[in-house]
């Protein structure tokens, strides 16, 4: 979950604008998909229109994450509003009211459904999107070793 969080801490502009999450609610919409984890069912299912077991194993996969924006998205609704303003006093009175608190909606184009949430980002996870260090990889295949981004698409890659 840190690495979603820090992805959201990019997309969200929460860095440049210390008041979101604060006194100002943001929302995060999490693209996800439910994909085989087997890779022969998944190209089945993709590629070659093949047989496939009427139950597969699968796991989440998360596609993309992206700013709510009160200038171009509707507005939240008064039950998303009130479970933010409850969350941010639950957060407050728990000792953490210097940490954002935001809402979560996941998008299951699969299912065509959405389910939203709050989360706190601690101040421990900000620091590392501040911090920005490069993620450390190496190619099981050549075994060299090289460093990627810390960014919102680097960071989508590392959710487990």
Known sequence: MMFLKVAIIYD???LD????GLDVPFMARVDI????????DFARLYLDNGPIAKKLKGMVQVNTV??????THPPLTPTRLRLWREARAHSTASGYGKDPV??????????????AATFHISSS??????????F?????IM?????KPMDSATCIEWVI
């Open 12 to 14: 969200c502009g929460l």
């Open 17 to 20: 604008n210390p008041r979101l």
């Open 33 to 40: 998909a439910i994909e085989p984890t087997d890779i022969l």
């Open 66 to 71: 992206s700013a709510w924006d009160p200038n």
């Open 102 to 115: 935001g809402l979560i909606e996941f998008l299951n184009y699969t299912e065509n459904s959405t389910t």
């Open 125 to 134: 996870i900000l620091d590392v999107a501040r911090k920005r260090e490069p």
């Open 136 to 140: 450390l990889c190496s190619s099981a």
């Open 143 to 147: 075994g060299n070793h090289f460093e």
